[in-house]
């Protein structure tokens, strides 16, 4: 089996290299044939020199004219070649004294080099190069340049690539995929694409082998969507094999909270929270994907599932993707929940090791009802007394496993031996496109809050060019004087939290040298969770008029008085993040707007994003834009988490397939387990135990 044949049997791989290759995420023979090239070279054919472009990469065969080392700003040796159609220039910077003497004036040589402008003629930049005695050598197929890394370099993985193909030749890898959804869709069988996507032949179609819409590639995504999907169909199967809390209570502290609300769910909500209460009846664990876009008010609707949950006997678990977002809930479920009686405990991975300690103890013995955290609440050592409900907010931020992780904190019922899951209820500000949610979340049901509570206007959303900065700062002012409270976001392109920090510290000292009345506080990514907290909460209770954040204030933090942003570098951000941010704003009853502070000249991409913004308030419609522009990958947050780890598909490019995509592997789940099993070991192989034990 090449699924499980480890790539230490190959040739020239010893312990040293078989682990970096295994930070390739190499590890089987298979896995070298899935590893794919992510361009091509056309080492196939000879051009003559007379016909080259600039930015062409192109074998040459040509004669030494004249050879000579200048010395001009660097040195540099300047091979002078031609093929009687035309002639070059090849330039050194580096080269050895036996360089200089081997080009000797008609001397013969095959070279490979991007062509480019030079002072006086064409040129390429340290060619490969070799001396030619007799004929040229080239390439039978296109050269393929592979995602490699340090001390893995091309020569090793296009080696291990001609031996894992030889092995597909004498011991065909299994073709799951049944002939007539092959031929229906034009693919190629598994080995053929597996060759291709390889080694094109001369002649092929680079451009779509590289944008992933050759035949070939498309086959292979095909089939790992399938078992992508397949993976989660089984997943939801086997986790409803499975018993859950039966949560069926009177309702009697749910009913206390509404009551200790100011304000009447809407329609939608309640809606939702009916779903998520007769779900949670049943016995069977609940799988719900709850949307809502930003400030739709998902927040009650999981505190009043919670409420049922701690009312019929169980614990709570609710966890958020970044600290700040997870203090907040705290504060919000502590405010709601201590009133009534109900104990709700903390549990993040910057607690001390003695805090840790107590709190996982008071989880474990049941001490605390409603536990409120971060990533910290996945650990092994977290052990639940009697967890009822999971609640996963932002849940894009949480990879598929991550949730298996939770999933898996069920118990063993001690009388029948099958195990107890807790309810699931997840909630994402990010609108799902219906295609993306078919297969990214093939495993749930799916609630939507589609209505804002009312009073809400909509954000109105303005574009200004930073030069004018000046004004942005006088309508800060303005919105200051009249009781509201304004965000400014700094973002900058660069990951590192220390400089988008120091920005941050930059845009403070100018807010304070122009506003020098008003009271202006700085939240980033490098305060300790318990500085931010003070700031944010200062913020909160009207403390401060200004917020400069960095965009660690992204999702979910709540201050409805607050009712004008101003994003700087707004052309650098995505659609999602943007709607993210803005969504910061109109939450209260106050008419709220926007500034989308930019750095002229706009890409043309970056004016698409702009005006998005500035015409939709609609999260669907603004996921739907990002989806088209900037892929699945991103809008699902799969970057950071690696949620729907694929090898080769990208749920974006390759949404027109999703269709078809349910429909064959719905197929084959009721007609051919055998497929479905080989599938799933093919392409999550490992991760199976997370998939329900398949
Ligand atoms: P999100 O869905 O983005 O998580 P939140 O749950 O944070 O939104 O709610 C946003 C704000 O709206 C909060 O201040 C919350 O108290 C308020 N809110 C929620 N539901 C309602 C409602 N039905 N009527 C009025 N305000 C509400
Ligand atoms: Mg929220």
Same mark, same amino acid.
């Given at each position: ?21 295994? &930070? ?12 794919? @090239? ?54 050194? !910077?580096? !080269? ?7 080009? *000797? ?6 070279? !490979? ?6 002072? &006086? ?37 296009? *080696?291990? %690539? ?39 032949? @001369? ?7 590289? %944008? ?47 009551? %200790? ?59 958020? @993707? ?16 201590? @009133?009534? &009686? ?66 898996? *904190? ?55 060019? +930073? ?28 990951? +590192? ?31 300790? %969770? ?10 909160? +209770? ?131 387990? *055998? ?20």
């Amino acid at each position: 089996m090449l699924e499980s044949t480890p790539v230490t049997t190959f040739k020239g791989v010893g312990a040293a290299v078989a682990e970096k290759l295994a &930070g390739l995420g190499i590890k089987s023979v298979q896995d070298v044939l899935f590893h794919l @090239p992510f361009r091509y070279q056309d080492r196939t054919q000879l051009s003559p020199v007379g016909g080259l472009r600039p930015g062409v990469e192109a074998v040459i065969s040509v004669e030494v004219v004249l050879a000579d080392v200048v010395i001009r700003r660097r040195r540099s040796l300047m091979v002078r070649v031609a093929d009687g159609t035309g002639s070059l220039m090849l330039r050194f !910077f580096h !080269f050895s004294q036996k360089q200089v003497e081997q080009f *000797k004036p008609g001397t013969k040589l095959q070279c !490979f080099g991007e062509v480019r402008r030079g002072p &006086g003629m064409l040129e390429i930049v340290h060619p490969e190069y070799r001396l030619q005695t007799q004929g040229v050598a080239l390439q039978e197929t296109l050269t393929p340049f592979y995602p490699a890394t340090e001390g893995v370099q091309q020569p090793t993985l296009r *080696k291990l %690539s001609d031996q894992a193909l030889d092995l597909l030749d004498q011991n065909e890898l299994l073709d799951y995929l049944p002939a007539k959804f092959l031929q229906q869709g034009n693919m190629p069988d598994l080995a053929a694409a597996l060759r291709i996507a390889h080694r094109p032949p @001369p002649g092929a179609d680079v451009e779509a082998l590289m %944008s992933g819409m050759h035949p070939a590639l498309r086959r292979l995504a095909f089939e790992e969507l399938i078992a992508h999907r397949l993976g989660l169909r089984l997943l939801r199967v086997e986790a409803q094999k499975n018993t859950a809390p039966m949560v069926n209570p009177k309702g009697t502290l749910a009913q206390q909270l509404l009551a %200790s609300l100011s304000f009447n769910l809407t329609g939608a909500q309640q809606r939702v929270f009916q779903d998520v209460a007769e779900d949670m009846k049943t016995g069977a664990p609940m799988l719900r994907l709850v949307q809502g876009d930003v400030g739709a008010g998902k927040t009650i609707v999981a505190a009043l599932a919670a409420a049922n949950a701690v009312e019929a006997g169980y614990q709570v678990a609710l966890m958020a @993707p970044t600290e700040i977002l997870a203090e907040q809930h705290l504060l919000n479920f502590s405010e709601w929940f201590e @009133p009534m &009686g109900v104990s709700v405990g903390w549990l993040s991975g910057k607690l001390r090791v003695a805090q840790r300690r107590n709190a996982i103890e008071a989880v474990a013995m049941g001490h605390q009802r409603i536990v409120v955290g971060t990533h910290a609440l996945f650990q092994q050592d977290v052990e639940f007394l009697e967890l009822g409900l999971a609640i996963i907010d932002e849940q894009h931020r949480f990879g598929v496993h991550q949730r298996m992780a939770l999933r898996n *904190k069920g118990a063993v019922d001690e009388k029948s031996g099958a195990l107890s899951l807790p309810h699931q209820l997840i909630m994402t500000a990010t609108p799902i496109p219906r295609t993306l949610a078919m297969t990214a979340y093939a495993d749930l049901d799916c609630s939507i809050i589609d209505e804002l509570p009312p009073g809400r206007k909509p954000v109105q959303t303005v574009a200004v060019e +930073s030069g004018r900065r000046g004004e942005v700062v006088q309508r800060v002012g303005q919105a200051v004087d009249a009781g509201r409270q304004v965000y400014w976001v700094c973002t900058l392109i660069e990951e +590192s939290e220390s400089l988008q920090a120091e920005a941050a510290e930059d845009t403070v000292a100018m807010l304070n040298d122009m506003l020098p009345d008003k009271r202006i506080g700085l939240v980033h990514g490098r305060l300790k %969770s318990a500085e931010k907290d003070a700031i944010m909460q200062s913020f909160k +209770s009207c403390e401060l008029d200004l917020l400069v954040a960095t965009t660690v204030i992204e999702v979910g933090v709540d201050v409805p008085n607050a009712s004008l942003m101003v994003i700087e570098n707004a052309e650098r951000l995505g659609l999602s993040q943007l709607h993210q941010l803005r969504g910061r704003v109109g939450r209260g009853s106050a008419q709220s707007s926007c500034i989308l502070l930019y750095q002229a000249p706009l890409s043309q991409n970056a004016k698409e994003r702009i005006s998005i913004m500035r015409k939709t308030n609609d999260g669907f419609v603004i996921a739907q834009k990002d989806l088209e522009i900037r892929g699945a990958g991103e809008v699902l947050g799969t970057r950071q988490t690696g949620l729907a780890e694929f090898r080769i598909a990208e749920l974006g490019r390759d949404a027109d397939m999703l269709d078809d995509v349910s429909d064959v592997a719905d197929a084959l789940l009721s007609n051919s387990p *055998k497929r479905v099993q080989g599938l799933i070991r093919r392409w999550i192989g490992e991760e199976k135990k997370d998939y329900g034990g398949v």
